[in-house]
């Protein structure tokens, strides 16, 4: 079941207090960045979170899940926490903090 166009635009409006933050969508299903950088992935209506230190110690109950078969486990974020927007954006901001810029990709010769 792909993502709901209704799901991103919740999400993004909750997103809004950040700079830098956008969507890719990948086989009806989105990739979420902070200033370039893969934060999150919304898999199935679901936002699983890159793993980091910050954002475990964020979350009162670590839930881990895969986001697609065969994927590393994200942490979970459950739809009832998006509604505390403050506290959304500083998580999505210190995970963000927490990972390394992507590495630039190769040009064909």
Not at 6 to 16: P, Y
Not at 76 to 91: C, F, H, S, V
Request: glycine share 8%; aromatic share 8%; proline share 7%.
């Amino acid at each position: 079941m792909a993502t709901s166009q209704a799901t991103m635009d919740f999400l993004l409006d909750q997103l809004a207090g950040l700079a830098n933050v956008s969507t890719k969508k990948m086989f009806g299903e989105y990739c979420l960045y902070l200033a370039g950088k893969p934060v999150a992935l919304v898999c199935d209506d679901q936002l699983y979170l890159k793993p980091t230190s910050a954002g475990r110690g964020m979350l009162e109950q670590v839930i881990e899940g895969a986001p697609y078969p065969g994927a590393k486990p994200h942490l979970l974020i459950t739809a009832g926490l998006w509604e505390d927007r403050d506290w959304l954006n500083q998580l999505i901001q210190a995970t963000g903090n927490e990972l390394p810029l992507p590495k630039p990709k190769k040009k064909n010769a």
